[in-house]
Nanobody
């Protein structure tokens, strides 16, 4: 079974840091673009950052200069380093990836990990 599993969320004070991880597992032939999205209560899911297989990145304006997305292609793992966290960063963070599997190319979502920024 192909899946994405996030980890690393939690409660952090404003100004603090967290590192999220997303591990892809199963019969995966290849992974193209990967990304992080978030959804705060009562709001729509929004893009946080994306990264191509070659390492090109794209960030939402709200996180530029504070967050860094990276990936380890050998481990099929995606990361999000979050620094200078603000209360408005509080949300469920989801991992997303385009993956080639036995069934063909599909877009997959993880189950999400909660990030809460509060004093």
């Amino acid at each position: 079974q192909v899946q994405l599993v996030e980890s690393g969320g939690g409660l952090v004070q404003p100004g603090g840091s967290l590192r999220l991880s997303c591990a892809a597992s199963g019969s995966i032939f290849s992974i193209n673009a990967m990304g992080w999205y978030r959804q705060a209560p009562g709001k729509q899911r929004e893009l946080v950052a994306t990264i191509t297989k070659s390492g090109s990145t794209n960030y939402a304006d709200s996180v530029k200069g504070r967050f860094a997305i990276s990936r380890d292609n050998a481990k099929n793992t995606l990361y999000l380093q979050m620094n200078s966290l603000k209360p408005e960063d509080t949300a469920v963070y989801y991992c997303n990836a385009d993956m080639s599997t036995l069934r063909g190319w599909f877009n997959y979502w993880g189950q999400g990990t909660q990030v809460t920024v509060s004093s």
